[in-house]
C-alpha cells in the first residue's frame, strides 16, 4: 500500500518568514495530494490540493509542488502569521472513475510561529 | 449549514463494551470514510463506503464494524476485539467522482478505561 513521509515532525519560523514542510510518497500510481490544518482537538481543514497533472498550485500565501519523477510534494507557505500556527497533515490518494478510495496521511508537522 | 457532524464530542466507556460513533452529513455527498488519530500520529483509514450498503475496509479495520444504510449516515462501532481503543475518530466525506476535496467532521474522542 501506500507509505507517506513527511518533515519536518516541529518546524518553527519567526512571523513573517517562510516555511516549507515536505512529503514522499511511495505508490507512483497515487494522483491526489492535499494538505490539511488541524487545530487543537478539531477535525483537519484542506488547505490546498494538487493532482497529478499539476507541478504547482498557488493559493494567496500558500503553494504546493509537486515532482512526479522523485515521488515527493512540498507545502510552501510564506510571510507567516500567528494563526498559521496548527498541525499540518499531507496525504496522498488515487481516485479514479470507479470512485474515491481513502487517503494515506502523513505523520504531521507542527507549524509554530514565534513572534 | 452543510457539513458533518459527529456526536458526541467526548465518549468514555468500559473496556469489554462495544460502542457506537455517530457521523451524518448533509452534503448530499456519496463516499464518507473514518480515520483514527493517535497522538503525534497522522491520520489512519479504518473503513470507508462509496455508495449505499457497500464498504470496504482500510488500513487498521480489525476491531471495528461499519453500516451505511443510508447515504447521510455512516456510523462506526468499536467493538471489545479492538485492542487499543482510545483515541480521537474523523469521520471525512467526498464527492465520489470528484473533485476529490474530503471534508472532516469535528471529531469524537473515545476514551476506554
Known amino acids: 500500500g501506500e507509505n507517506v513521509e513527511q518533515h519536518p515532525s516541529t518546524l518553527s519560523v519567526q512571523e513573517g518568514d517562510s516555511a516549507v514542510i515536505k512529503c514522499t510518497y511511495s505508490d507512483s500510481a497515487s494522483n491526489y495530494f492535499p494538505w490539511y490544518k488541524q487545530e487543537l482537538g478539531k477535525g483537519p481543514q484542506l488547505i490546498i490540493d494538487i493532482r497529478s497533472n499539476v507541478g504547482e498550485k498557488k493559493d494567496q500565501r500558500i503553494a504546493v509542488t509537486l515532482n512526479k519523477t522523485a515521488k515527493h510534494f512540498s507545502l510552501h507557505i510564506t510571510e507567516t502569521q500567528p494563526e498559521d500556527s496548527a498541525v499540518y497533515f499531507c496525504?496522498?490518494?488515487?481516485?479514479?472513475?470507479?470512485?474515491?478510495?481513502?487517503?494515506?496521511f502523513g505523520k504531521g508537522t507542527h507549524l509554530i510561529i514565534q513572534p | 449549514d452543510g457539513g458533518i457532524t459527529q456526536s458526541p464530542k467526548y465518549l468514555f466507556r468500559k473496556e469489554g463494551q462495544n460502542v457506537t460513533l455517530s457521523c451524518e452529513q448533509n452534503?448530499?455527498?456519496?463516499?464518507m470514510y473514518w480515520y483514527r488519530q493517535d497522538p503525534g500520529q497522522g491520520l489512519r483509514l479504518i473503513y470507508y463506503?462509496?455508495?449505499?450498503?457497500?464498504?470496504q475496509k482500510g488500513d487498521i479495520a480489525e476491531g471495528y464494524s461499519v453500516s451505511r444504510e443510508k447515504k447521510e449516515s455512516f456510523p462506526l462501532t468499536v467493538t471489545s476485539a479492538q485492542k487499543n481503543p482510545t483515541a480521537f475518530y474523523l469521520c471525512?466525506?467526498?464527492?465520489?467522482?470528484?473533485?476529490?476535496?474530503?471534508?472532516f467532521g469535528p471529531g469524537t474522542r473515545l476514551t476506554v478505561t
Open positions: 452534503l448530499n455527498h456519496d463516499a
Open positions: 496525504a496522498a490518494g488515487l481516485y479514479s472513475g470507479g470512485g474515491a478510495d481513502g487517503l494515506t
Open positions: 471525512a466525506s467526498s464527492i465520489r467522482d470528484g473533485p476529490y476535496e474530503q471534508y
Open positions: 463506503s462509496q455508495i449505499v450498503n457497500d464498504f
